[in-house]
């Protein structure tokens, strides 16, 4: 005769699963953490202080959301003011993909 299986729901399955992932504390890339400097035309936006990588884009879409610069249609673009056209290198509209990729040429250590 077979033995019987125990039966197991799946909030118990859940709940060990979960448990084995809490374990692990998750730990910041130092290199984002590092205070960098922003150039004359990032500072106008972000301040002249020097602040981390992760902050500087905080800083960022703050002064996009106020302003209202992402683009009506499609929400992954950005329509650069006065301020922005200098860091974003002459170009009237970008995605925000490449937003950071333009900004860390504004950024020195």
């Known amino acids: 005769m077979a033995a019987k299986k125990k039966m197991v729901s799946k909030k118990q399955v859940k709940?060990?699963?979960?448990?084995?992932?809490?374990?692990?504390?998750?730990?910041?890339?130092?290199?984002f953490m590092k205070a960098?400097?922003?150039?004359?035309?990032?500072?106008k936006i972000v301040g002249n202080k020097p602040i981390p990588r992760?902050?500087?884009?905080?800083?960022?879409?703050?002064?996009?959301k106020k302003n209202k610069l992402q683009d009506a249609k499609d929400k992954r673009n950005i329509n650069a003011d006065a301020?922005?056209?200098?860091v974003f290198g002459g170009k009237k509209q970008v995605s925000m993909f490449d937003m950071t990729k333009l900004v860390s040429k504004h950024l020195s250590q």
């Open 15 to 31: 709940d060990s699963a979960t448990a084995k992932k809490t374990t692990k504390k998750r730990v910041p890339n130092p290199a």
């Open 36 to 43: 960098l400097k922003p150039s004359d035309a990032l500072a």
């Open 54 to 64: 992760t902050e500087i884009t905080k800083k960022l879409w703050e002064y996009i």
């Open 83 to 86: 301020n922005l056209l200098a």
